[in-house]
């Protein structure tokens, strides 16, 4: 199905409008009572110019700057990364200006079938999880798995995994407490029925002193073994663990639990110009409903913040989390620099040829998957939530780092927005939502959502009830399409030295 538009002026005081469809050089834009006559061949989800610039200055999308001409540009030229550059450098200083972020949205009073565990938190998945304290078990961990899973068939319960790694060892201060954070939250979440812990015995990341940070677990549910300390077969020592915590976790039942208890991550990857007025509107207005209904939501991807981080600052509940936010950001600003590495070096190959030629293009789209809510909390990297409402979280925008830390966090479903399309998935249900048609159509066995539609005719008032309905038959139990797949893994952070 065509497009019914086939460009989009986003906001009013923009210079660009965004082609739905490719444009052919000498076609017409009609737009503000003027034709635009253009004037080279426009791919679909990029930008063309409606007015003339002068070298330097500015170019306006979502009513903000997304960078400068790098020369004298003319009303109907494709604006792209070789004719438009960043404005951003360094670190900033900023200055709170709150405003106020009102949700008036009503209380649907919803529910989805969930687990709820001893502790009072809910689960919306019921597995069985191995996991690693350093890479040197890994063998032994996905052996065990494959075993339990020859055994029981998963009868009663939702899947088994390990997460395997490569860390646990050799690793050196931030490097060695975020992989020890990482761990300690996949063994808290509570998706998880039951976890084995395997240890080695040896490595850095010493198991009495892990299990420690685990704090007053259940202990039916969290079983610690070290490898080392076995006489004789450690894997027939682990089956007999595993075999009862499989028993526990079949006992458990889904049911009705209010919406209010839902956590959700908010990610993007492979984005391209329809992402920032399809999927990521799509997503924010569910953000925003979640949040509304008392939920929770985490945004993260920290560089991609950068140049529409203000939007986010000035939405923060008090002036202690606007100053959090600006440590988050100009902390993640200075590990760029310390690495030699620009701070706006970010659009991806396919991001460019998905129509985003900045950063600052890319941060205006992404920064919509957390809607307009006010910002309740800001999380460092490893940190689980404590904050219902809309979250902060610091993390790079790799897409397996960024979403193991969401999931990490607490969230039980990650929502991935994608225009270049990915398969992968972390510990949760990693929903993916096309921005476009063509990804829909194209890879079906990948695509949870098509926000493509949105182009297609469909309203947002008509897509975002559907939308809310898939999510939460999710959380209730329907799989995402990497669980169908089996595409689940994940990813720790790591900065500094190797031993």
Not at 36 to 52: F, R, Y
Not at 321 to 340: C, I
Not at 391 to 409: I, K
Not at 428 to 443: C, E, G, S
Request: hydrophobic letters at 35%; charged letters at 25%; aromatic letters at 6%.
């Amino acid at each position: 199905m065509k497009p019914l538009k086939t460009y989009l002026k986003i906001n009013p005081a923009d210079s660009v409008v965004v082609c739905l469809e490719a444009k052919q050089k000498g076609d017409i834009i009609e737009i503000d009572d003027q034709q635009i006559i253009v004037n080279q061949e426009t791919p679909a989800g990029h930008k063309v110019l409606i007015k003339d610039v002068k070298q330097g200055e500015d170019i306006i999308k979502y009513g903000y700057p997304i960078g400068h001409a790098k020369t004298d540009l003319k009303a109907g030229d494709w604006v792209n990364e070789n004719n438009l550059k960043t404005n951003l450098s360094g670190t900033l200083e900023y200055t709170y200006q709150p405003v106020d972020a009102t949700l008036n949205i009503a209380d649907e009073h919803r529910t989805f079938k969930g687990y709820l565990r001893k502790n009072g938190d809910v689960g919306v998945r019921n597995e069985i999880w191995i996991v690693p304290t350093v890479g040197c078990v890994n063998g032994i961990a996905e052996q065990l798995a494959h075993r339990l899973q020859a055994e029981t068939h998963c009868e009663g319960i939702d899947a088994i995994w390990t997460w395997h790694h490569n860390f646990g060892c050799s690793q050196l201060s931030d490097d060695h407490e975020n992989t020890r954070k990482v761990l300690r939250d996949i063994c808290l979440h509570p998706n998880a029925g039951g976890v084995l812990v395997l240890s080695l015995g040896c490595e850095n990341n010493q198991p009495e002193d892990f299990m420690a940070m685990l704090g007053d677990y259940d202990k039916d549910r969290i079983k610690l073994l070290v490898t080392q300390r076995v006489e004789g077969d450690e894997v027939e020592a682990a089956m007999q663990e595993l075999r009862q915590l499989y028993q526990n976790a079949r006992q458990d039942k889904r049911v009705d639990v209010p919406v209010s208890k839902l956590r959700i991550g908010l990610k993007c990857g492979g984005s391209d110009g329809f992402s920032g007025i399809t999927a990521n509107p799509l997503v924010g207005e569910f953000s925003d409903w979640l949040v509304a209904q008392g939920g929770t939501s985490v945004l993260t991807e920290v560089p991609e913040m950068f140049g529409a981080e203000t939007i986010l600052m000035n939405r923060c509940k008090t002036p202690e989390l606007f100053q959090q936010t600006v440590s988050m950001v100009n902390n993640f600003k200075e590990y760029f620099l310390a690495h030699g590495e620009p701070v706006g070096e970010n659009p991806s190959p396919g991001n460019k040829a998905g129509g985003i030629s900045t950063l600052e293009d890319k941060a205006l789209g992404c920064t919509q998957k957390c809607g307009k809510a006010p910002v309740s909390g800001v999380m460092e990297y490893g940190d689980r939530l404590q904050h219902d409402g809309l979250n902060l979280l610091s993390a790079p925008g790799n897409d397996l780092v960024a979403s193991t830390a969401l999931a990490a966090s607490g969230c039980h479903i990650v929502l991935f927005t994608t225009g270049r399309g990915t398969p992968f998935g972390t510990f949760v249900p990693t929903m993916k939502i096309a921005t476009n048609p063509t990804l829909a159509k194209n890879k079906p066995h990948w695509v949870d959502f098509s926000a493509g539609q949105l182009v297609e005719g469909r309203t947002m008032q008509e897509l975002l009830p559907e939308f809310i309905d898939k999510v939460l038959a999710v959380a209730s139990g329907q799989q995402a399409r990497n669980e169908e797949h089996g595409y689940r893994e994940i990813s720790i952070f790591k900065n500094g030295v190797t031993l």
